[in-house]
Every structure is written in structure tokens, then in C-alpha cells.
T-cell receptor
């Protein structure tokens, strides 16, 4: 039972490049979400999903796209990376729907955009 | 929109001293959760509070949820070096996603 797996752990991009951060969970969780963590800013919600085929925006969605084609996977796409997207990204999942159950976090992806 | 404010941002204590972090919301919360993040790690769930006035204990940690369900606190008795990290509260209104506070970073010197 791996829990929540994020790849890659580290990534360096140039401004304007695109990439996808991968997130997979093997706990059959309905709810999945993406947060970014910046110094002094806490964890800010980017996008979330309450089930396959359903996604919604969080607090800071601009510049990011998501999709949820399966229960297990919830990739986060940066279409044109900007230096302001330099951050640590965490994927999190929970068994129940929105905010009702505890979140299980992945180990994070540290992204630098030059 | 919903906001969750957390104070203080930083706290340094001597080992053995007590520590408290406070969480306040502008709206009534459906539930509040607390997480701990060790340096270089990811947030790990500590506890969830659901009922008005609820108090829960985990060894040296005491969690409270306010009567109006708009505030919460985490109190650590007799801190140890293993308590070092950032403590986050997270809350939501019914049917909305969890919103995190900015966290309180605790450092402990022996």
C-alpha cells in the first residue's frame, strides 16, 4: 500500500515550458486535491476533485489545469510555466467528499521555474 | 471567501515549556483539522474536531473547538525537541474544500 505517490520529486523548468506533475493514490479515495506551499503562505488549494470526471477550482487555480479520468490519478498541468509558480506542490487525497475526512499527503514536488 | 487565520506565525520555546497555537475563521466551520509538518516533510493529519466546544487529547497535545465553531486551539504541554515543525489548522464550511491556515512554526531548544 503506497498511499499517495507524487512524481517527480524535483523539477527545474524554464519560463514558458509546460509539464505535468503526477499524482496517484491506491486507497480508492474519492477526493483528491492539489496544494502549493510557499514560505509564509501556508498551503493554498489549487484544484480539487470529488470523483472521476469531476474537478473544481480552489483558491489559486490560474495557470494550472487538472483532469480526473480515473479514481487513482489526478495530474496537475502547467501549460506555460512562470517564475511565480516556483513552489512546493503537494497532492492530497481523502476517502470521503469535500473536507469531511482527513487528508493523506504525498511527499511533494519541488518545482523551480527560471 | 472563507479564510482561516492562524497565530502566531513563529514560536520559539525552551524544552519543557508549553506551546499554544490559535486558529480563527471568519465563518462558522463544519469541522476543523490539525496537521503537523516536520522540516522537509509533508503534512500529516493529527486530529479532527466536529462538535461545538469539543476537546480532544493526544498525550501532551490538547485540541479545542470553540463554542461558535469559528476558532480552535492546539496546546502542547512540556514541549520536546520532537515537537519541532509547522502546525496547520484547516477548516471548511459544509460541502466546500478544506482551507488551510498559514501555520505556526515551532522551534524548541534543549
Amino acid at each position: 500500500n503506497a498511499g499517495v505517490t507524487q512524481t517527480p520529486k524535483f523539477q527545474v523548468l524554464k519560463t514558458g515550458q509546460s509539464m505535468t506533475l503526477q499524482c496517484a493514490q491506491d486507497m480508492n479515495h474519492e477526493y483528491m486535491s492539489w496544494y502549493r506551499q510557499d514560505p509564509g503562505m501556508g498551503l493554498r488549494l489549487i484544484h480539487y476533485s470529488v470523483g472521476a470526471g469531476i474537478t473544481d477550482q480552489g483558491e489559486v487555480p490560474n495557470g494550472y489545469n487538472v483532469s480526473r479520468s480515473t479514481t487513482e490519478d489526478f495530474p496537475l498541468r502547467l501549460l506555460s510555466a512562470a517564475p511565480s509558480q516556483t513552489s512546493v506542490y503537494f497532492c492530497a487525497s481523502s476517502y470521503g467528499g469535500t473536507g469531511r475526512e482527513k487528508l493523506f499527503f504525498g511527499s511533494g514536488t519541488q518545482l523551480s521555474v527560471l | 471567501g472563507q479564510q482561516v487565520m492562524q497565530i502566531p506565525q513563529y514560536q520559539h520555546v525552551q524544552e519543557g515549556e508549553d506551546f499554544t497555537t490559535y486558529c480563527n475563521s471568519s465563518t462558522t466551520l463544519s469541522n476543523i483539522q490539525w496537521y503537523k509538518q516536520r522540516p522537509g516533510g509533508h503534512p500529516v493529519f493529527l486530529i479532527q474536531l466536529v462538535k461545538s466546544g469539543e476537546v480532544k487529547k493526544q498525550k501532551r497535545l490538547t485540541f479545542q473547538f470553540g463554542e461558535a465553531k469559528k476558532n480552535s486551539s492546539l496546546h502542547i504541554t512540556a514541549t520536546q525537541t520532537t515537537d519541532v515543525g509547522t502546525y496547520f489548522c484547516a477548516g471548511n464550511q459544509a460541502g466546500t474544500a478544506l482551507i488551510f491556515g498559514k501555520g505556526t512554526t515551532l522551534s524548541v531548544s534543549s
